[in-house]
């Protein structure tokens, strides 16, 4: 069964940092571009990053570059996500997605774009 599965979140103090991760099983994870989107309670789910099918293009939401690292390991069917200086405004609800479609910023930023989603994983920073 093809699926996706977040790990890595948990607590941490304002300006520490975590790493999630996400597992993907089931086909050629290399034939897929990635990304991370947030939901925080009483927000929509927002945009935070994408990465290509190779791992050679990414792109970022204004409010985590250089911040957030987006990365993969095609040979570990996984998709990381970096998270360093994190603020109480990065709390929420941590979604990885995959996505056959062409990749590209304006593509990738979309919810549209990705056919397949995680359950997600909580991450809650402290002030």
């Known amino acids: 069964q093809v699926q996706l599965v977040e790990s890595g979140g948990g607590l941490v103090q304002a300006g520490g940092s975590l790493r999630l991760s996400c597992l993907a099983s089931?086909?050629?994870?290399?034939?897929?571009?990635m990304g991370w989107f947030r939901q925080a309670p009483g927000k929509e789910r927002e945009f935070v990053t994408s990465?290509?099918?190779?791992?050679?293009?990414?792109y970022y939401a204004d409010s985590v570059k250089g911040r957030f690292t987006i990365s993969r390991d095609n040979a570990k069917n996984t998709v990381y996500l970096q998270m360093n200086n994190l603020k109480p405004e990065d709390a929420a609800v941590y979604f990885c997605?995959?996505?056959?479609?062409?990749?590209?910023?304006?593509?990738?930023?979309?919810?549209?774009?990705?056919?397949?989603w995680g359950q997600g994983t909580q991450v809650t920073v402290s002030s």
């Open positions: 997605a995959e996505s056959s479609g062409v990749y590209n910023y304006g593509a990738s930023q979309r919810s549209e774009f990705y056919a397949l």
């Open positions: 089931g086909r050629t994870f290399s034939s897929y571009a």
């Open positions: 990465i290509s099918g190779s791992g050679h293009s990414a």
